[in-house]
């Protein structure tokens, strides 16, 4: 199974859990086996614009026994241009880049629903909530959030990857933590 | 002059004899090294060389996270060259049983110290091609174990900007930023 692939049906999914649990509509910024830039991606999510972004991955970790779900929120580095102080945001603009700034607090409330949930779901250690600079999420006007489900390369993932419900329990995990999320977080 | 000749002969032998085993000398001290040139393993070092003992980060197999493994350089002419020596030993991996943090076929192909403490690093672009396809995990161990080998062991070393093949490059494998100085404080 190729991550891009599972990720792919993962994400379709998903998309008609949501909609018919929560009502809410989806956009997937991939809906092919085709390579989408970063840019591309936040634009995407930018344009509608969408009131979350949730950016699903596997990760693939250099060490096979570390495992489970995992999420990133970013922290734009400091000292970026148009980042706190800049005399380009006292003006008013919005710079590219430093978009997420104003969104970390509640990127980090469904950041951390996601994480548990699916900790709970597929019954393997959570490896909490990071911040670092991720140039895919610092441009949403949104609360964005990287998710990575499970390693790839971790021990016994084969397995976990072979059960037929693997996919139904991730879905519902994400549908519940994103309901969570709406009634939990102001 | 037959006299002669033998001790031409042997006096070349001698001198042969001599190089052959400076030769053998200096080929078993790089081998003994676990770094690159200037560099050897914790431990091995002959007595009474002025050695300078570095702290190196690599990932923990159990957690993930960063461990320490300590090397012993020759020290350079400045902190450009021990910085070069450090992260040549970083490339060469673990000793031990930790993960390797940079891809095997990376090389460093110039340090340089600016003022504020900033440190440019020009990799070549195996260190691109071995970190991709892997996940964020990957190129965030890549990152923090450069940075925490930077600031644990050379003082005054505040940020790091990363170039390939002399210039700047916006990721090492689509998740990270690297587009402007990482402050090593902040990926520590």
């Known amino acids: 199974v190729s991550e891009a692939g599972f990720v792919l049906s993962l994400a379709r999914r998903v998309e008609r859990d949501l909609e018919e649990r929560l009502g809410v509509t989806v956009l997937l910024t991939r809906d092919s086996d085709r390579d989408v830039s970063l840019r591309a991606r936040t634009e995407a999510a ?120 693997l996919e139904a329990r991730i879905s519902e995990a994400i549908v519940t933590a994103i309901d969570r999320y709406r009634r939990e977080v102001p | 002059m037959a006299v002669r000749t033998r001790t031409i002969v042997w006096a070349s032998s001698i001198a042969i004899l001599l190089l052959s085993i400076g030769f053998l000398g200096n080929q078993v001290f790089r081998e003994g090294r676990q770094g690159p040139a200037g560099t050897v393993a914790s431990g091995d070092e002959p007595s009474g060389a002025a050695f300078r003992t570095l702290t190196l980060y690599f990932g923990d197999p159990a957690s993930g996270v960063l461990a320490a493994e300590r090397r012993d350089i020759i020290p350079g002419a400045d902190t450009a060259e021990d910085v070069a020596a450090a992260v040549d030993d970083l490339i060469l991996g673990p000793t031990g049983d930790l993960i390797p943090t940079l891809p095997p076929d990376a090389r460093v192909r110039h340090v340089f110290v600016g003022p504020g403490g900033i440190v440019y690093l020009d990799f070549n672009g195996d260190l691109l091609t071995g970190l991709s396809g892997g996940g964020l995990s990957r190129e965030l161990l890549a990152l923090r174990s450069l940075a925490r080998t930077l600031k644990s062991n050379f003082d005054g070393l505040e940020r790091l900007q990363i170039l390939v093949e002399g210039r700047v490059i916006p990721t090492l494998a689509g998740h990270l930023d690297v587009g402007s100085p990482l402050r090593l404080s902040e990926w520590d």
């Open chain 1, 46 to 165: 930018n344009m509608v614009p969408a009131d979350l972004f949730i950016s699903l991955h596997m990760d693939g970790h250099a060490s096979p026994r570390v495992t489970g779900p995992r999420a990133v929120v970013s922290r734009p580095p400091l000292g970026r241009p148009g980042g706190v102080g800049s005399p380009l945001r006292d003006l008013g603009f919005q710079v590219w880049g430093d978009a997420q700034r104003g969104h970390l607090n509640r990127a980090y409330g469904l950041a951390d629903r996601l994480v548990g949930e699916l900790s709970n779901a597929l019954g393997l250690p959570s490896r909490g909530v990071e911040e670092w600079p991720v140039p895919l999420l610092d441009a949403a006007v949104m609360p964005a959030v990287f998710l990575e489900i499970d390693s790839m390369t971790s021990d016994g993932v084969d397995g976990r990857l072979r059960n037929p419900d």
